[in-house]
């Protein structure tokens, strides 16, 4: 298991201000011990298990998420998503530790060609928070902290492509690096003719919803290229006042504003669940775009469900929603040049 250093986000210390995203970031919840505290679990039933999690993947969850989590309930959706089990320790054939065979799609170092169309820029390893869930969390992240001749490779390799009119920022979470490090980056990219869009997945707006400051809308609005931000939101509690502001702010600066969700058992296995987050969603200002079936990633078994479940679930959101709230049911499969769409058998 890669370490993640927590001070891994560029940040210089002339940046830190005692309201700044950087700071909610660094004072995030890291250990089992704190995290139970916060939450008013009790130790005796909780510890021994988040330790065993923590020791495969670290505990990291800034205040404002917890802020959204109901003290004392061990079964808030929230929760499910950032509490280390004792289930993660537990091996199971056929969950594998990287279930999408990405270190296999490595063009050079930083860069990872798997679609046609767009390219995939790891900008950091670093996360914002760290989902028990999350299909990387055993993924090399190490190998692509870019050194300069690297940037300058992956602009050249990018330079060199026709083919590619999107590049996809992404990492860990590319919105835990600081606003200089991204404009930069949409500075360079926009150089390139033949990109349209640049497009980033994170789920620090819903984390940290402090992170869109004004430096990030500065150089968002300021580039040529259409920007497109997927945020990562599982269920409608995670959509509090400051996150719906934080919404509101990005698609004012002109920016397309789209979700991705997993199905993840205990967290949004239900049709009610799933129909009240696409409708809060859309209250933001944000289309549900993704639901993703769970990719069967080591120590993470006990959020799988079912495709046969996941049909049912998107069933029944065609006959409650509009179109345009009905995500689409997909599966991510190494090698495929785009996702797989899971047909629902009507
Ligand atoms: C699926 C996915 C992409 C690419 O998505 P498309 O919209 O199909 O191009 C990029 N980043 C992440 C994290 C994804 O899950
Ligand atoms: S923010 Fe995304 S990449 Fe980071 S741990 Fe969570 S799911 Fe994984």
């Not at 690297?150 to 590319?174: C, H, K, M």
């Not at 049911?329 to 797989?340: C, H, I, M, S, Y």
Request: with cysteine; charged share 25%; net charge neutral.
């Amino acid at each position: 298991m890669i370490q993640r250093t927590p001070t891994a986000i560029e940040a210089r210390p002339q940046d830190i201000d005692s309201h700044s995203w950087q700071q909610l970031l660094a004072d995030s919840v890291t250990t089992p011990e704190a995290l139970l505290q916060e939450l008013g679990l009790s130790p005796q039933r909780w510890l021994s298990g988040a330790q065993a999690g923590h020791r495969l993947f670290p505990i990291r969850v800034p205040q404002p998420y917890l802020d959204r989590i109901e003290r004392g309930n061990a079964a808030d959706p929230l929760l499910r998503q950032i509490l280390p089990l004792q289930d993660e320790a537990a091996e199971r054939a056929g969950y594998v530790r990287d279930p999408l065979a990405e270190r296999e799609a490595t063009a050079s170092p930083g860069l990872i060609r798997k679609y046609r169309s767009r390219a995939l820029l790891m900008v950091t390893g670093q996360c914002a928070i760290n989902c028990r869930y999350c299909f990387r969390r055993h993924f090399p992240y190490d190998e692509h902290r870019l050194s300069p001749s690297e940037r300058t490779a992956v602009l050249n390799t990018l330079a060199a492509a026709p083919e590619v009119n999107e590049v996809i920022l992404s990492g860990g979470d590319p919105l835990a690096v600081n606003d200089r490090l991204l404009a930069r980056w949409a500075h360079d990219l926009a150089t390139l003719p033949q990109l349209r869009r640049i497009r980033i997945h994170s789920r620090l707006p819903v984390v940290i919803p402090q992170r869109i400051c004004d430096e990030l809308l500065a150089w968002m609005t300021a580039t040529r290229l259409q920007v497109v931000l997927v945020v990562h939101i599982n269920h409608p509690n995670e959509l509090d006042s400051q996150t719906r502001h934080a919404l509101n702010r990005l698609k004012a600066a002109g920016v397309t504003l789209l979700n991705q969700s997993v199905a993840l058992r205990g967290v949004n296995d239900d049709a009610d669940t799933l129909a009240a987050l696409s409708e809060a969603l859309f209250e933001s200002g944000v289309l549900p775009y993704y639901l993703h079936a769970f990719d069967p990633v080591a120590g993470a078994h006990h959020f799988d469900v079912s495709d046969d479940e996941a049909r049912q679930l998107v069933r029944t959101l065609v006959e409650r929603l509009p179109g345009f709230l009905v995500p689409k049911l997909v599966r991510e499969q190494p090698g495929r040049a785009g996702k797989t769409p899971i047909d629902l058998h009507f």
